[in-house]
Nanobody, 127 residues
Framework: EVQLVESGGGLVQAVGSLRLSCATS????????IGWFRQAPGKRHEGISS????????WYADSAKERSTISVDNANNLVYLEMNNLKHKDTAVYYC????????????????????WGQGTQVTVSS
């Protein structure tokens, strides 16, 4: 059984940085995509960044591009999301999520094929 556990959220000042971690377990192959969605109050899930574990090609939403980095620590089964120059509009619950490679089209625009979600970690950016 695949499990995802996020950590690293909290209160951050605007223009600051943070690094979210997703501890993964239960994967038996690299045939999957994994990444991050976020959900602000009253809004739908928004894809932020993802990566294919079969070829490690990353994707970033326009809202995160040039100030975010997704990375994988294979030895410790961790997926990171680093974000810089945080803005108040980045305030949301951030979720780690994974979907099978056969459905993963190289991006996380929509969570239609997500099979496993983490519990989420709150990020609050003070302005």
């Amino acid at each position: 059984e695949v499990q995802l556990v996020e950590s690293g959220g909290g209160l951050v000042q605007a223009v600051g940085s943070l690094r979210l971690s997703c501890a993964t377990s239960g994967f038996t192959s690299t045939d999957y995509g994994i990444g991050w969605f976020r959900q602000a109050p009253g809004k739908r899930h928004e894809g932020i960044s993802s990566i294919s574990r079969s070829d490690d090609v990353p994707w970033y939403a326009d809202s995160a591009k040039e100030r975010s980095t997704i990375s994988v620590d294979n030895a410790n089964n961790l997926v990171y999301l680093e974000m810089n120059n945080l803005k108040h509009k980045d305030t949301a619950v951030y979720y780690c999520a994974t979907e099978p490679q056969k459905y993963y089209n190289g991006s996380y625009h929509k969570p239609n094929y997500v099979e496993v979600w983490g519990q989420g970690t709150q990020v609050t950016v003070s302005s």
